[in-house]
C-alpha cells in the first residue's frame, strides 16, 4: 500500500525531531556561578568592582556561564544560603570578603562537587580556594603622585583597620611619595571600619586642616574626593575611579580590575583544569591598573607613572626594596634586597616619613 502525502509528513517530521534530540543532549548545560556580597552595590568602591567584574565574566563567557549575586551578611546567614546554593546546582561560588572565609570552608567540606573561592581568606581545601590583590602596588603609583603634587609636603591617609593589607599599602604609599619627595610626610588617621561616611568627612578635614594638601584614603566610599574638591585641595583615588566627586581635586585613580581573575578561574572550572591554591594577584595581572589620570598633570608625571606601572607589571620595579627604614630609622629592608611575600604578609612595622602608629587593637 502506498503511503499517504500525510503519512510521509508526518515520519518525516518525526525523523526530524529524534535525529535533534542526540545534538540537544550533548549541549552543555552553563555553569553556574554565584557571588556573594556583604554590602549593595553601590557606584564606587569595594562591591561595585567586584560587580563590574562579574559583568565582564558574563561577556567574556557568554551561555556558557549563568551568574546571580546574593547579597548577605557574614555569618551563620551566609552559611546557610552557600548550603542552599550548592544544594540546588551553583558548580562555583564566589564570596568576596574575607567575612566569608569559616562558613565557606564549613559548606565546601560538605560539597566536593562546588568549587568555593574566597576573597582576601587563607583557608583552602580540595574544594575550596582564596584570591586577592596586591593593593600595595596600586598605593605605591598613586603615592608617587601625591608626592610630586604636594606643596605642603603633607598628606593626609585615611586607613581603615590595622591589618596586613593596610599596613603594606600605607608603607607602599609612602615610599612612593618618598621615592620622588624625600622629606615629605604622610600623615595616617586610622577608623577602625570600611565604610563610614560621617567619619571619614571628619578626617578628611582634620588631615586638611593640620597641613595636609593631598588626600588618600583605602575606604570604600568617595568622601576623601568630595572633600577635597570642596576644598581645593587635592586627592587620589581607589578602587574605582571617583573623577565624578571631584573632577578637580582627583590627580589619579588605580582601581581593583577583577575581572581577569574571574575569568581565568571560572575557564579553568569549566574545562576540568581548577585546582586549589591561593592567588595574589596585581598589576602583572592587570588586577591594579591605572585607570584614568588628571589632564592637568605635567607630561613627565604621567610618564613617570606609567614607567613604574610598566615596572609592576614586568616585576622590574618591587615597592619593597631596600634601603628602607622604620620611623625610629632603624634598618629594616637592606639595600637591594626586597620583601618576600611571606614577609609582606607579617609586615607590623611602618616606615619612615609616616607620622602616626599602628593601633594595637
Known amino acids: 500500500m502506498k503511503p499517504s502525502r500525510r503519512t510521509f509528513l508526518i515520519s518525516t517530521a518525526a525523523a526530524t525531531l529524534f535525529s535533534a534530540v542526540p545534538l540537544l543532549a550533548d549541549e552543555k548545560p552553563p555553569l553556574e556561578v554565584a557571588f556573594l556580597y556583604d554590602n549593595p552595590i553601590g557606584d564606587v568602591g569595594w562591591v561595585r568592582q567586584h560587580e563590574d567584574a562579574r559583568i565582564a565574566l558574563e561577556k567574556a563567557l557568554g551561555a556558557a556561564v549563568k551568574t546571580k549575586v546574593v547579597q548577605v551578611p557574614t555569618g551563620a546567614d551566609s552559611e546557610r544560603v552557600m ?73 593626609g591617609f585615611l586607613a581603615s583597620m590595622p591589618v596586613p593589607e593596610v599596613v603594606q599599602s600605607v608603607n607602599a604609599f609612602a615610599l612612593g611619595v618618598r621615592s620622588v619627595n624625600p622629606t615629605a610626610v604622610v600623615k595616617i588617621v586610622w577608623l577602625n571600619t570600611w565604610y563610614d561616611p560621617g567619619r571619614e568627612r571628619e578626617a578628611a578635614m582634620a588631615l586638611l586642616n593640620g597641613g595636609a594638601d593631598v588626600l588618600s584614603s583605602i575606604l570604600s566610599s568617595p568622601v576623601s574626593i568630595q572633600v577635597a574638591e570642596e576644598k581645593g585641595a587635592h586627592a587620589v583615588a581607589w578602587q574605582s575611579d571617583m573623577a565624578k566627586y571631584g573632577p578637580k581635586a582627583q590627580l589619579i585613580a588605580t582601581v581593583l580590575d577583577w575581572s581577569p581573575l574571574y575569568i581565568e578561574t571560572t575557564r579553568q572550572v569549566l574545562d576540568g583544569t581548577w585546582k586549589s591554591g591561593s592567588e595574589w594577584a596585581g598589576a602583572a595581572k592587570g588586577v591594579i591598573r591605572v585607570s584614568s589620570t588628571n589632564e592637568a598633570l605635567p607630561a613627565d608625571l604621567k610618564e613617570l607613572v606609567a614607567k613604574a606601572e610598566d615596572g609592576l607589571k614586568s616585576g622590574t620595579l618591587k615597592p619593597f626594596t631596600g634601603p628602607i627604614s622604620d620611623q625610629a630609622g632603624k634598618e629594616r629592608v637592606a639595600a637591594g634586597v626586597s620583601l618576600s611575600d611571606d614577609e609582606l604578609l607579617r609586615l607590623d612595622w611602618l616606615s619612615a616619613g609616616i607620622q602616626g602608629s599602628i593601633p594595637s587593637n
Request: overall charge positive.
Open 83 to 155: 548550603r542552599q546554593l550548592a544544594q540546588g546546582g551553583t558548580k562555583l561560588i564566589y564570596a568576596v570578603s574575607f567575612g566569608y572565609m569559616n562558613p565557606m570552608a564549613k559548606v565546601a567540606a560538605q560539597f566536593p562537587g562546588t568549587v568555593f573561592m574566597n576573597a582576601q581568606g587563607f583557608k583552602t581545601s580540595k574544594n575550596m580556594g582564596v584570591y586577592s590583590a596586591r593593593v600595595y602596588e596600586g598605593f605605591y603609583l598613586n603615592g608617587i603622585v601625591a608626592g610630586k603634587t604636594t606643596k605642603s609636603s603633607t598628606i
